[in-house]
């Protein structure tokens, strides 16, 4: 792959399908889809390093928390994300989002909405679900909200890296048109040489931000400022989704809503994004910082 992008040129494009990517891994009976791999891994790393974050001083809850923690926002990872995706981007011509009315799919489960093996899954939507299921955990366990966040928020960078992945693979989501000389021709869109907007995701909202996130744990006090981490993770996702947008295409089902507002739905939803995190970081950076002595619940 990387001797094909050093030699690629704005006349000769590289074509995705070139590449020999595939999906998935084929196993016979059913194809194991590298995207399901992103989100197992994506769920599987944040525990990980969640659990490594709360050995260390000033953690706000125990290991029993985050086991059924991530538990919940894996549910609300995939609730969510699918319900975000129908609400936000399944345009219906009665005004009634068309995943919610469409039971013409083939297979054993007809009901659009359920079929996730079909792909369609939103960001905000699935931001929403974790929010809700680490609302419900800290509330049951009388927990510190903003702080639980402050830890979950860590290693969800992660998941975007590897889901991003996993769509330039897929060669879904491609990017606008372009002559750059680093441009692709893929084959579900057309001719035309684009954008590889899959890795510039990849890298600005999840590998960047990864690296972001980490060194502010590790190398510095902001896990002792309540809703710093938090707020960069939500300043940082926003901005780089806004900025990322500029060179992804539109759904096809959007299009004419971006041109017509002279934004896309991503960068419409995002906006919100960027100023809660703006807040929430001018908030924490204003607030006394807890003492380094702080412990974790029992």
């Not at 000769?12 to 595939?22: E, Q």
């Not at 799919?105 to 079909?118: E, M, T």
């Not at 750059?180 to 907007?197: C, T």
């Not at 959007?254 to 934004?263: C, E, Y």
Request: proline share 5%.
């Amino acid at each position: 792959m990387l001797s094909l992008l050093a030699a690629s040129g704005a006349a000769d494009p590289i074509h995705w399908a070139d590449l020999g990517l595939r999906p998935g891994i084929e196993l016979g009976f059913f194809t194991l889809r590298f995207y399901s791999l992103a989100y197992l891994f994506g769920v599987i790393f944040a525990y990980w390093h969640t659990s490594k974050m709360l050995k260390e001083p000033g953690a706000p809850m125990a290991q029993r928390h985050a086991d059924d923690l991530f538990f919940y926002c894996t549910l609300g990872v995939i609730i969510g994300g699918r319900l975000g995706y129908a609400a936000f981007y399944t345009g219906g011509e009665t005004g009634i989002p068309s995943a919610f009315t469409d039971f013409s799919g083939d297979g054993f489960v007809s009901w659009k909405l359920l079929r996730l093996w079909d792909g369609g899954m939103a960001f905000h939507g699935g931001l929403i679900g974790v929010t809700v299921a680490m609302a419900y955990v800290a509330w049951r366990d009388k927990l510190n909200f903003i702080r639980v966040v402050d830890y979950v928020s860590v290693g969800v960078p992660m998941g975007m890296l590897l889901g991003r992945l996993a769509n330039f693979v897929n060669g879904e989501l491609w990017g606008r048109a372009t002559d750059v000389p680093w441009a692709m021709v893929f084959p579900g869109a057309d001719e035309l040489p684009r954008h590889p907007s899959q890795l510039y995701q990849a890298g600005l909202e999840g590998l960047a931000l990864l690296i972001v996130m980490i060194l502010l744990f590790w190398k510095t006090r902001a896990r002792y400022r309540p809703g710093l981490l938090a707020g960069v993770f939500t300043l940082g996702m926003g901005i780089s989704r806004f900025v990322n947008e500029f060179f992804r295409q539109p759904d096809a089902q959007l299009a004419d809503f971006a041109a017509r507002t002279g934004l896309s739905m991503g960068q419409w939803l995002t906006i919100p994004l960027i100023l809660t995190g703006l807040i929430v970081v001018l908030y924490a950076l204003r607030k006394k910082p807890l003492g380094a002595g702080t412990t974790q619940p029992a």
